[in-house]
């Protein structure tokens, strides 16, 4: 299944000759002659949601966007993929850069914004120069620049490099390690959309959404709703790593099982069983092996408190020990967390502390009452989505691996 | 101290502008041999943004890419995040561990490599997998740790 993918492997990613030649900036032209107000409707219509992990109804958030006044407005492409397991947006940059920078243009032009930013990760700096050139011959082409093919619209963009941290990849944290400052997020509202970076209008907006936009406005809303489900159109694509014969990127139609996403990677290694898997990134949720026949679409999974995220799945076989894996995943955050607010920053090292409890089997029944208390205040009380977010992988596998939360002691603390 | 100009090249690239502060460290601790921000560099590009040094320090203490330490030529990033811990992260810290005889956050005594743990570096699907400089290396044994340690020894003589 190829539609945000299609120009994978058809040209070296680097040609803009050849990607003119797959009927390359045919989406953007379709969005010229359209208009911004109808294209930002065919989005609407395509039911595309944002692709980073937050899930924002994307034409909505063009439409948002288009309707804030001000002097300078930004279109930051989030490129700052961070979440373990995640490794798409690398090979939407790597493979067609080109069809990035269209979406980011076409977004700009209906937003009204005239100067774009792709935030990049500093993890991937080998990709850095390849970006850098790229813009450089889009502007070479008159695709970027002033008065884009005789619009009247003009649109710029510059790259700027992340620096190693997780946060950065919040709207506002972003903002901030933009101006040349730590990046923890500000408190909201205001929101990014109307005082992001520079405290100007700014649309971040994740590398899939733009590829997805791109190929939607070329190929068609119809074309794109006919894949999936009826209330979960299109394509989504997802990186499939962990102990799989296959790892790698793979794009699928919503809607399709878990197990039957999980068998394009070829099945686990060494023949063994699956034990668990991770949906979404470190802050998406865990699944048993049990729960693989679940439709892979924004409901389904929402009913098993899972999300799509950002469309990792990683894969553990049933040697792998959960409560291990558990601690990884909190010392990931514990490393991450930008230190502004309580819930996150406190939250991860007593979930720490809990964990080696459950590990050892020394946990008591007010352990595990602590254990819910904090998760639950986690997700109440942290400032940004990240430390919302962060107990999700801990409730889950509360919920469906009870047996390794089991309480050590005697019975009569129970 | 790397030389003032080459500093003052890069603040100029950047318009002498502290909202450009990242990117301004970013550049400066990759033409620093030790691959850090020394106190000095710190001083100077705080002074000439017309920023407090402690800017500079937020700016560098915050950021996992940047150091403020003396690193090793080459920094040996190991990935330790879920899916290299699952496909064998403990086994290439040990054989990285026993080559160089340092433990993470360590520098080698001939200043030829560091060693830090990372979090995920997008490289799942040739895990367990490390990064040094700009190159990612995958899918890792014992034969290619050596193999890369002896290229790096290598191509410094």
């Known amino acids: 299944m190829k539609f945000i993918t299609a120009n994978f492997d058809q040209y070296d990613g680097k040609d803009i000759q050849a990607y003119i030649g797959l009927d390359g900036f045919s989406g953007l032209k379709k969005a010229i002659e359209m208009g911004p107000l109808a294209t930002i409707e065919e989005v609407k219509e395509s039911g595309l949601q944002g692709r980073g992990g937050a899930e924002y109804p994307t034409g909505r958030k063009i439409e948002q966007a288009r309707i804030e006044k001000a002097e300078r407005k930004f279109v930051i492409c989030n490129a700052d993929e961070g979440e373990p397991g995640t490794f798409k947006d690398r090979e939407l940059i790597k493979k067609d850069i080109y069809q990035l920078i269209e979406g980011m243009i076409i977004v700009a032009y209906c937003a009204n914004a005239n100067e774009g930013v792709i935030y990049c990760r500093e993890e991937y700096d080998w990709m850095h120069e390849h970006i850098c050139t790229s813009i450089l011959k889009c502007k070479e082409m008159g695709y970027l620049g002033i008065n884009i093919l005789d619009t009247g619209f003009s649109f710029e963009i510059s790259l700027f490099s992340g620096a190693g941290s997780y946060v950065c990849g919040e709207g506002f944290a972003m903002c901030e390690s933009m101006e040349g400052k730590s990046g923890r997020p500000r408190s909201k509202p205001p929101y990014v959309k109307q005082e992001g970076y520079l405290n100007y209008p700014t649309l971040v907006i994740n590398v899939e959404t733009l590829s997805a936009i791109t190929a939607i406005m070329k190929f068609g809303t119809s074309n794109f709703t006919d894949l999936g489900t009826p209330d979960c159109p299109g394509t989504k694509v997802i990186s499939i790593s962990g102990k799989v014969n296959k790892p790698g990127v793979y794009e699928v139609p919503f809607g399709k099982t878990l197990e039957e996403i999980i068998a394009l990677a070829e099945g686990v290694k060494g023949d063994k069983r699956i034990g668990f898997v991770q949906i979404g990134g470190a802050s998406g949720g865990i699944l048993p092996e049990s729960a693989l026949k679940t439709q892979f679409t924004y409901r389904e999974l929402k009913s098993k408190q899972v999300s799509v995220g950002s469309g990792a799945i990683v894969v553990a076989d049933e040697d792998d020990n959960i409560l291990d894996y558990l601690e990884n995943v909190g010392q990931f955050f514990i490393h991450e967390s930008c230190g502004k607010c309580v819930p996150c920053r406190e939250g991860n090292r007593q979930l720490e502390i809990l964990l080696g409890k459950f590990k050892h089997k020394t946990a008591t029944i007010d352990d595990v009452k602590m254990y819910k208390d904090i998760l639950d205040m986690m997700s109440e009380a942290s400032l940004c989505g990240s430390g919302r977010t962060e107990p999700v992988p801990f409730k889950t596998a509360f919920t469906y691996f009870e047996d390794a939360f089991a309480l050590g002691g005697s019975h009569e603390i129970l | ?157």
């Not at chain 2, 560098?60 to 920094?75: D, E, I, M, N, R």
């Not at chain 2, 290439?92 to 200043?111: H, M, Q, R, S, Y």
């Open chain 2, 1 to 157: 101290m790397v030389e003032t100009r080459v500093i003052d090249g890069i603040l100029g690239a950047y318009q002498n502008d502290a909202v450009n502060l990242l990117q301004i460290l970013l550049k400066v601790q990759s033409v620093e041999p030790k691959n850090y921000v020394s106190e000095e560099v710190a001083m100077y590009v705080a002074n000439h943004l017309d920023i407090p040094i402690s800017r500079v320090y937020e700016v560098v203490t915050y950021f996992a890419a940047l150091s403020h330490k003396p690193q090793g030529k080459h920094v040996i990033q190991i990935c330790n995040t879920t899916v290299c811990q699952l496909n064998g992260f403990n086994e290439v810290l040990k054989w990285f561990k026993d080559a160089l005889k340092i433990n993470p956050g360590e520098t080698t005594a001939d200043g030829l490599f560091s060693m830090k743990l990372t979090p995920c570096i997008g490289a799942c699907d040739i895990s367990p997998a490390i990064k040094i400089g700009t190159n990612v290396y995958g899918n890792l044994t014992k034969e290619k740790v050596e193999e890369i340690l002896s290229e790096l020894r290598g191509a410094i003589s």
